[in-house]
């Protein structure tokens, strides 16, 4: 089982407070990355690191932002919420590549469910 | 730009049947492919993979097809179980450049009937 983990899993806040959505994976994976999912949908990408002091903005445009300054660690920040932004969020990770592969396995967190008022 | 699509939003099997979910996807440069499972409230968990040189690969009870020329991807779950009722999401990584990036489909539902 992954050891990635997300805090909150679920947040139901008003419009216009600052959230962060927490993301820590013990793994020492160097790759990680945000996904937004409505329910039902597919995700979408909105951001991703692979690695320290490093972060670039995903496929879908997200007016969220996001931080990686230790590499178990990748929150996620909205400065100001909208009721736009209600969604799922998935943190992911990805680390060593495995024997006789070239690509990584995307290791999922649970999700925070956010509702925006 | 590049889609990865299913053929079938709801897919409703018997108990001990197999299931076949399908997936298209636009991109040809695409080399590697994930499925993965869904169950409601949790992340998506990884089922298999299967990379562009290959077109069969098979695990515990799950299978995987991959037909390049029609751009085609299938996973076959074999004596569907009540546990097998998830949303199943067929992912692509688009060539070496996005090695690291994967472009998600838009999900089957699978419901199993006891």
């Known amino acids: 089982e992954a050891d990635i983990y997300q805090t909150p899993r679920y947040l139901v806040i008003g419009t216009g407070k600052k959230i962060t959505l927490e993301c820590s994976q013990t793994m020492g994976h160097d790759k990680m990355y945000w996904y937004q999912q409505d329910p039902g949908m597919e995700l979408h990408l909105i951001h991703y690191?692979?690695?320290?002091?490093?972060?670039e903005k995903g496929d879908l445009s997200s007016e969220s932002t996001v931080s990686r300054i230790r590499t178990e660690h990748f929150p996620l920040t909205l400065e100001s919420a909208r009721p736009s932004h209600t969604s799922q969020y998935l943190c992911?990770?990805?680390?060593?590549?495995?024997?006789?592969?070239?690509?990584?396995?995307?290791?999922f967190g649970p999700g925070t469910r956010l509702t925006v008022l | 730009g590049e889609s990865v699509g299913l053929h079938l939003p709801t897919l409703s099997v018997q108990e001990g049947d197999n299931s076949i979910i399908n997936c298209a996807y636009s991109?040809?440069?695409?080399?590697?492919f994930i499925w993965y499972k869904q169950e409601s409230g949790k992340g998506p968990q990884f089922i298999i993979d299967i990379r562009s040189n290959m077109d069969k690969r098979q695990g515990q009870r799950v299978t995987v097809l991959l037909n390049k020329t029609v751009k085609h991807l299938s996973l076959q779950i074999a004596a569907t179980q009540p546990g097998d009722s998830a949303v199943y999401f067929c992912a692509e990584t688009p060539g070496m450049d996005s090695s690291y990036k994967l472009i998600f489909g838009s999900g089957t539902r699978l419901l199993v009937r006891p």
């Open positions: 992911a990770s990805s680390g060593k590549l495995r024997a006789g592969s070239s690509y990584n396995e995307q290791f």
């Open positions: 690191s692979y690695g320290v002091n490093s972060t």
């Open positions: 991109n040809s440069a695409s080399d590697y």
